[in-house]
């Protein structure tokens, strides 16, 4: 999860440099701008058709007023969302949404359909019931507050939740019906963008329809931390349909890291750097801080019209300071705190009162739901009390306006303001503060900024931040405000100006969509498919005719002996919880390890004592932890171990993980070296999910939050490591000692990799992988060891020359491993490897300039054991086919 930078963008989505400047600065001009809403052909010039972005939002960004039978005026819908997508004047898109009014009729719905095609704008219609439960009821009476941290509904809780439900259904329906009118437009290769808590259904409706679907999905509000989410009662469904979505877009890291926890917790679901997991198919998240098109509102401040607005805006302000708020009659937006901030400062400062008024915009907004109107007269009263109080014949303290303004107007208020005050209790980003920014060049004035606004992230180096629960502290920055020396007030405006005009809708919506189709390609190259079944007859015909082949054999789940549902191996109580290597191996393990020409590893979580156990008689080359101990059973057990692991966190981990073991019966716990694994296989299973869940509750918000470590949780178990331990990431540290020791004078030529690996274990299936292109291993190897393992061999050209990159013996086997390790002192060639290189002379039989690997795609055979999605090739059901297959391979199958 990673905030994104901004990327060059040339994909052909974005219109042609013909359409880039618009000089056209109205909003309504900026709608029929025949160049936006040009169809992509210019004059008879047939061009390819273009990827095509379909932007789809509850609604449009014109709200239709019927005005005739057939006929209709279209007006700008205010609001944040339209404001940024509106910036984005360069995609060829084209807008799905509702119209923001209800057309029962078909010559009503042909007529808008007509009328919205030069906006570029394809309605949904919403009929009155489902706009009251969908839109009234689900989304702003349930999602919007319970975003907004304020809660579900407090009064009237049984009706609450009796209509609940009612309401789900009709959010979902409403979704559906969106998702319908996208794909009577969608055609292949298109780009699908969702936006926001209305349409958390759609990208489960639309990849149902259609799985090849790019489709994005964005959020404008923040995402509240999982504690808050998991009070809804359609937590996990909503979750569930958004990760359908390719890429899962927030304001800020804060909400994206809150999403991926919420699905962690409540789903229980796998969190990656790169978003969140499921069986194998990984929905990426990410932030994109969104921005405002700042040039259209420096322009606007040149427009005559917007100059005169401006000359008498100062007449009719003349001698006063002016505190401006704008925002739409909101709870979140924290107007009556506003408000009551305003009186204490009156109050206070006796001596400002005549020089200085606060005019608030309040936009009417949802005005059919109950706490809107509460929030409507609540806020006209404290204005009235004011008033009351504070103004005098010839002069009032607020000019309270409950309406929009249009777009020049706002322009010149902008720019007159001496103070701009965002108290939001909880805002996505809120764009109004970036807008007086904009517009603040000649005068520099102050901004007042929420805490609690995804802006003050962005814009809090230059605004006063303020906790709007604090009337006196909001009382106070007033004062600060107003009596700013200029120096300051320039410096400040400087750094908020730089940020708002160098961050645009323009880059944020070019970058969601990049990132989208980057990850698509990238995904399919490497996302994890359903593979099909291995080809046994194949890989057995390939095996011999192989030189110098590699078994790579994960161990639990792959050779161990099956267990019941009820924890019991062969039909037998546990009592002892060990692994059990599958009796039915003994004989082919023996026969596959005693052939010169095989090389036999078993790569697995478990620990040395249980390798050794398992498969000390056997010839064999064994790699414990996931490959940071390794031993050819003949000899003594070495690290592969980066050497500056930091293990700090075990001790505190291993306190949750006693804590719970103690409160879940048949549960355990395994300390390793690089790691700790609970494990509730043996558990009640239902039981041990919800105890896993807890237990990674207390593991994000403790011992690990800032520690290097990932957490990895199996079907049954949750495993805490140290970061870039995973068996993909010390596999070429392996491979160069095995090579070395066996003296090897071919390269291996057949390699079968085949395990029940967890996902993010999965990584040495890519890195054998002869057809990923180099960029990719390079990817896939990056995420997991950048940091720690500085290695970089490519190993499509890993001319090795006898380097055994990277193992050392462990403390107190020194003497043993003496003859083995000495050249490890000395470095013999310019490979970044981890640590210094085999010398020369003691790279008895590797060639120079001899591969290690000479791995055509045709022999490699990468097979997932029991999991449905995979990036190996191929899968197996169960561990009695893995059975079957390695019986078969050796030739001691009846
Ligand atoms: O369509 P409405 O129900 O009238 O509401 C208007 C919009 O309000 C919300 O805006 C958010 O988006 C802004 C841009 O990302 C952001 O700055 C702000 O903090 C958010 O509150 C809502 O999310 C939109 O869907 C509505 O259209
Ligand atoms: O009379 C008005 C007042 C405000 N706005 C616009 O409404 C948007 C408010 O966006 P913000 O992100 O601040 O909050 P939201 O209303 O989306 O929650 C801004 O672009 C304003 O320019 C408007 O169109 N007309």
């Known amino acids: 999860m990673r905030e994104r930078g901004l990327r060059k963008f040339n994909r052909s989505f974005i219109v042609n440099d013909e359409t880039a400047d618009s000089t056209n600065d109205s909003r309504e001009g900026l709608l029929s701008d025949s160049r936006l809403l040009s169809d992509g052909h210019q004059g008879d010039v047939v061009k390819p058709r273009k990827q095509q972005l379909l932007v789809v939002a509850n609604r449009l960004p014109v709200t239709a007023h019927r005005k005739g039978e057939d006929s209709w005026s279209l007006e700008v819908t205010a609001g944040g969302l339209v404001s940024a997508l509106l910036g984005v004047n360069e995609l060829d898109a084209k807008w799905i949404g509702w119209a923001g009014v209800n057309v029962p009729d078909e010559i009503g719905q042909t007529s808008l359909t007509e009328a919205l095609v030069e906006k570029r704008c394809i309605p949904v219609f919403l009929d009155e019931e489902m706009v009251d439960k969908y839109y009234n009821g689900y989304c702003n009476n349930i999602l919007w507050p319970l975003f907004h941290y304020l809660g579900l509904p407090q ?36 780009v699908v963008w969702c936006h926001d808590y209305h349409l958390m259904f759609l990208p489960k409706c639309l990849k149902e329809k259609n799985s090849k679907m790019k489709v994005g999905w964005f959020l404008h509000t923040p995402f509240p931390s999982s504690e808050i989410h998991r009070t809804l009662p359609s937590r996990s469904e909503l979750l569930h349909s958004v990760l359908y979505a390719d890429l899962v877009g927030f304001h800020n890291y804060d909400y994206a890291r809150h999403f991926v926890s919420a699905c962690t917790r409540i789903l229980g679901l796998e969190g990656t750097p790169q978003g969140v997991e499921n069986q194998g198919k990984l929905t990426h998240v990410a932030a994109f801080p969104i921005g405002i098109d ?85 806020v006209h009263e404290i204005v009235g009390r004011i008033t009351g109080r504070f103004g005098t014949l010839t002069s009032i303290p607020i000019h309270h306006l409950d309406r929009a303004v249009d777009w020049n107007a706002l322009c010149a208020i902008y720019a007159i303001t001496d103070v701009a005050l965002v ?37 809090g180096a230059g605004a006063l931040l303020v906790n ?29 100006y730089a940020h708002v005009t160098s961050h645009t809708s323009k880059q944020w919506a070019d970058m969601f969509v990049s990132e989208l189709n980057d990850i698509v390609v990238d995904d399919q190259l490497r996302t994890r498919q359903i593979p099909p079944t291995l080809p046994i007859e194949v890989a057995f015909d390939r095996y011999k005719h192989a030189k110098n082949r590699l078994l790579l054999l994960g161990f639990n789940g792959t050779l161990t002996e099956p267990i019941d549902s009820d924890g019991r191996i062969g039909g037998d109580q546990i009592k002892e919880m060990e692994l059990k290597l599958y009796s039915e191996l003994k004989e082919p393990l023996s026969v596959l390890c005693n052939d010169p020409n095989t090389t036999v590893l078993v790569l697995s979580g478990s620990d040395r004592s ?59 716990f395994e300390h390793r070296e690089t790691s700790l694994v609970w494990n509730y296989k043996y558990a009640d299973v239902e039981f041990g999910r919800l105890q896993a869940r807890d237990m990674l509750q207390h593991l994000w918000t403790g011992p690990i939050s800032n520690a290097a470590v990932d957490v990895v949780q199996g079907s049954r178990s949750v495993e805490v490591r140290s970061v870039g331990v995973t068996k993909g990431a010390g596999i070429d540290r392996i491979l160069g000692e095995i090579v070395h020791s066996k003296s090897m004078a071919t390269p ?51 001319k090795l020359s006898g380097v055994r990159n990277g193992t050392r013996p462990i403390q107190g086997q020194e003497k043993a491993q003496r003859s083995s390790t000495r050249c490890e002192r000395k470095s013999r060639n310019n490979l970044n490897t981890l640590f210094p290189a085999r010398a020369a002379e003691e790279s008895v039989a590797w060639h120079e300039g001899c591969s290690v690997l ?27 086919d893995v059975v079957r297959f390695l019986k078969y391979l050796a030739g001691t199958h009846e």
């Open 854 to 880: 000479d791995l055509k795609s045709e022999n490699y055979f990468s097979c997932a054991v029991g999991r449905k999605r995979s990036n190996a090739r191929y899968q197996l059901n169960s561990t009695d």
């Open 468 to 496: 709007p629960w604090n009337i006196s502290e909001l009382a106070a920055s007033i004062g600060q405000a107003l009596n700013m020396p200029a120096v300051e007030r320039e410096k400040r405006h400087r750094h908020n």
């Open 294 to 378: 700042s040039g259209r509102f420096k322009r606007a401040l040149k427009i005559p019209e917007i100059e005169d607005h401006i000359k008498e805006l100062k007449k009719t302000f003349a001698g006063k300071k002016i505190i401006l708020g704008v925002d739409r009659l909101d709870m979140i937006k924290g107007i009556p705190q506003k408000i009551l901030a305003f009186e204490k400062f009156l109050e206070e400062n006796p001596e400002w009162h005549d020089k200085v008024v606060l005019l608030q915009i309040a936009v009417p907004t949802r005005t059919d739901v109950p706490e809107y109107q509460k929030l409507t007269s609540q």
């Open 423 to 459: 108290t939001s209790l909880r805002d996505g980003m809120n764009l109004v503060s970036y807008e007086f920014v904009a517009c603040q060049e000649s005068k520099k004035g102050v901004l007042i900024l929420s805490e609690f606004a995804g802006a003050a992230q962005s814009l």
């Open 748 to 798: 291996i030529d057949y390699v079968l990799c085949i395990g029940h690996f967890l996902g993010k274990d999965e990584d040495i299936c890519t890195f054998f992988e002869p057809e990923l292109p180099a960029e990719l291993i390079g990817l896939a190897k990056n995420k997991v060891t950048a940091d720690m393992i500085k290695t970089s061999i490519d190993r499509k050209m890993a």
């Open 610 to 668: 249980v390798l050794d156990d398992n498969f000390g008689d056997y010839n064999m080359w064994l790699a414990a932890e996931n490959g940071m101990f390794l031993r050819l059973t003949k000899g003594e057990w070495m690290t592969t171990m980066p050497e500056h692991l930091n293990m700090h966190w075990v001790e505190s981990v291993k306190h949750v993980f006693e804590y719970f073991t103690e409160r879940t019966p048949r549960s355990h």
């Open 155 to 190: 009064e009237d809780r049984l009706a609450t939740t009796r209509s609940f439900q009612s309401q789900f259904d009709a959010y979902k329906l409403a979704n559906q019906m969106f998702a319908d009118v996208v794909c009577q437009h969608y055609e292949d290769g298109d």
